[in-house]
């Protein structure tokens, strides 16, 4: 059952650049991209059906390729206090900040999960995003990580989307453990990873490297516990010191290492080494007031990936859409929108060791496109946020949301 999409531009973002075919025709053949090129050069063929795109730009469908979508509850009460100048350290102090939600996702079942994430997601979706990273690490011990994880895989079985499940089960110390953060690693590594990886609810493993959370060999032990389990790493580093947690993430392989305001530039130069994405996060940047930039500079310098990615999460990026995260990351970053876009795109899908099927339009790859009517692919960077016309195609079938 071969379709025909025509009447387009295609910027296939092939090899992180738009790559454009103006006047383009696409074929998919089921869940696949078969042929996509000038239309001029169009193979005869057969087709059940031939849609007529009405001029829009097609670009891939969006990938974030990192947030916290499952949670419980919300922290609009905390981000009110912060306004009027309580710190987000005296808010953990008094119980808040990563507890309370760790609190609130205990609480909640599986079915709330579920709905509130769906909402999240749903929104995502409204704005062409057809693959999602999702992380665990409001659970904390082997139930309720395993809850989130199922509600992530559920989610992705439900919805016309994607879905990689990431465990960040070292994300915090929780309570139990208050003290003890070697006995919670201790416990990761024996228990949980091998527990929740046994029962196929992990695509891969994160930790957080911080002052305030783990240090680099407690994660060392984590991603060990990983490779021994067969899953790839990813590490949430350098977001509000130098530890670097980069560079030990690319001596482990890792699909990416996120945040990285403050890494340097011997870690842009152990990742470019290891392939290991960059993945900035321009809503956290944004919702906390930072000030420190991410390297630019070095990581252009010595062909680090760049990916965009929503973060979102209850705490530090209530984001809810990935085009408003192209425009802070050209805004905040000085990323051009090309830079954004391929990293909301094919790097996304190398951060998620999805690349050899997403990510750009090319012939054999999963045909998730999103046709948008908007004057040019900078268009995409350019609004901030809003609705805009779009029509989104996922495994070859138009989604409607
Ligand atoms: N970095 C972040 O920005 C979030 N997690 C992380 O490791 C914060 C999560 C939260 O505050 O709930
Ligand atoms: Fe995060």
């Known amino acids: 059952m071969k379709t025909l999409w025509q009447h387009c531009h295609v910027a296939t973002m092939a090899q992180g650049a738009y790559s454009i ?31 007529d795109l009405n001029g829009a730009w097609v670009t891939p469908g969006l990938i974030d390729c990192h947030t916290h979508t499952v949670f419980g509850g919300n922290r609009s009460d905390e981000f009110e206090k912060r306004l009027q100048g309580v710190s987000y350290a005296e808010i953990a102090a008094s119980g808040g900040g990563i507890a309370s939600t760790v609190r609130a996702t205990r609480a909640a079942s599986e079915e709330q999960l579920f709905a509130s994430a769906a909402r999240r997601l749903k929104s995502l979706m409204r704005d062409g995003v057809t693959s999602v990273e999702i992380k665990s690490g409001y659970g ?7 809850k989130m994880l199922r509600v992530a895989r559920r989610l992705g079985a439900e919805l016309p989307i994607s879905v990689r499940t990431t465990c960040l089960a070292a994300h915090a110390l929780p309570p139990e453990y208050k003290d003890r953060a070697d006995d919670y690693i201790d416990h990761i590594c024996a228990e949980m990873l091998p527990a929740l990886a046994a029962e196929g609810l992990v695509d891969a493993v994160d930790a957080f490297c911080e002052y305030l959370a783990f240090s680099p060999e407690q994660v060392e032990r984590v991603f060990v516990t990983a490779h021994k389990l067969g899953l790839p790493v990813k590490l949430h580093a350098e977001q509000l010191s130098s530890l670097h947690g980069s560079s030990l993430a690319a001596r ?10 403050f890494m340097d530039e011997d870690d842009a130069i152990a990742m470019a080494k290891s392939g290991t994405v960059a993945v900035l996060l321009p809503g956290a940047f944004y919702f906390l007031r930072e000030t420190q930039l991410p390297p630019m500079e070095a990581l252009r310098k010595h062909g680090v990936k760049i990916a965009i990615a929503s973060d979102l999460n209850p705490g530090t990026s209530p984001a809810l859409s990935v085009r408003l995260m192209l425009n802070m990351a050209c805004t905040c970053f000085r990323m051009t929108p090309e830079e954004a876009l391929a990293g909301a795109t094919i790097h996304a899908a190398t951060a998620l060791g999805m690349a050899d099927t997403h990510g750009s339009i090319e012939a054999g790859k999963v045909a ?3 046709a948008w009517q908007i004057d040019r692919p900078a268009d995409l960077s350019y609004w901030l946020g809003g609705d805009l016309e779009k029509r989104v195609v996922r495994h070859g079938v138009e989604t409607s949301l």
């Open 21 to 51: 075919i103006e006047d383009a025709a696409i074929v998919t053949s089921g869940a696949h991209i078969e042929w996509v090129g000038p239309r001029s050069e169009l193979p005869s063929g057969d087709f059940a059906a031939v849609n």
């Open 140 to 146: 904390l011990d082997l139930a309720n990580e395993g």
């Open 252 to 261: 482990y392989q890792a699909l990416s290492a996120d945040h990285l305001e």
């Open 368 to 370: 998730d496109f999103v």
